[in-house]
């Protein structure tokens, strides 16, 4: 979809975090955003801070280090204000992820947020109520900020977090379609 992202901006938007690619939930293949880059360049050209995320389905810290390098590639010339995110989500039963346990996503979690910092960028963990109780170790990840998607009107998680997603289902001027709001 196309994106006045003037509007966006005159909106009261202050960032975007952009999706740079994913990786295929059933056979595991790499995917680029094919929007990322005309995304970037109509955020940045509005005056919007920018920070990026690869969707991940990695079940191997090797995959894992492989979705931070292919998310590093597609920023390598942006100018990044926000953090670098390891996006990896349940995404049910079918999936190659569907075992996952919290011991295996929290060292992928690490494998991908230390390549992004030995890059030179700011990492961070996305992850959901579910997540923080049953598929992660927090105590082992506050080297690297949290961000947090709880859809509430009140942010109550008993944590500090740098980041909290309240909606997914948000309306921006300028975007057409139902978008996330942090």
Request: charged letters at 20%; aromatic letters at 14%; one cysteine or more.
């Given at each position: 979809?196309n994106?006045?992202w003037e509007l966006?901006?005159a909106?009261?938007?202050?960032?975007?975090m952009?999706r740079?690619?994913w990786?295929?939930?059933?056979?595991g293949?790499?995917?680029e955003?094919?929007?990322?880059?005309s995304?970037?360049?109509?955020?940045r050209a509005a005056g919007?801070?920018?920070?990026?995320?690869?969707f991940?389905?990695?079940?191997t810290?090797?995959?894992?280090?492989?979705?931070?390098?292919?998310?590093?590639?597609?920023?390598r010339?942006?100018?990044?204000?926000?953090?670098?995110?390891?996006?990896?989500e349940?995404?049910?039963?079918?999936?190659?992820?569907?075992?996952?346990?919290a011991?295996?996503?929290?060292?992928?979690?690490?494998?991908?947020?230390?390549t992004?910092?030995?890059a030179?960028?700011?990492p961070?963990?996305?992850?959901?109520?579910?997540?923080?109780?049953?598929?992660?170790?927090?105590?082992e990840?506050?080297?690297?900020?949290f961000?947090?998607a709880m859809y509430?009107?009140e942010?109550?998680?008993p944590?500090?977090?740098?980041?909290?997603?309240?909606?997914c289902?948000?309306q921006?001027?300028?975007?057409?379609t139902?978008v996330?709001?942090?």
């Open positions: 979809d994106i006045d966006v901006k909106s009261g938007v202050d960032f975007v952009i740079v690619g990786r295929g939930q059933t056979e293949r790499l995917n955003d094919t929007m990322a880059q995304n970037y360049a109509g955020a919007l801070k920018v920070g990026a995320y690869f991940s389905q990695a079940i810290k090797q995959e894992a280090i492989a979705e931070a390098e292919f998310l590093l590639s597609q920023v010339n942006w100018e990044v204000d926000m953090p670098l995110v390891f996006d990896w349940y995404v049910g039963d079918h999936a190659r992820t569907a075992n996952m346990d011991r295996l996503l929290t060292d992928l979690s690490i494998a991908f947020c230390d992004v910092a030995l030179g960028y700011q961070m963990i996305y992850f959901n109520m579910y997540q923080s109780e049953y598929l992660l170790h927090l105590e990840l506050t080297d690297y900020p961000w947090l509430t009107d942010m109550d998680y944590y500090a977090v740098d980041m909290w997603q309240y909606s289902t948000g921006v001027a300028g975007i057409g139902d996330d709001l942090n």
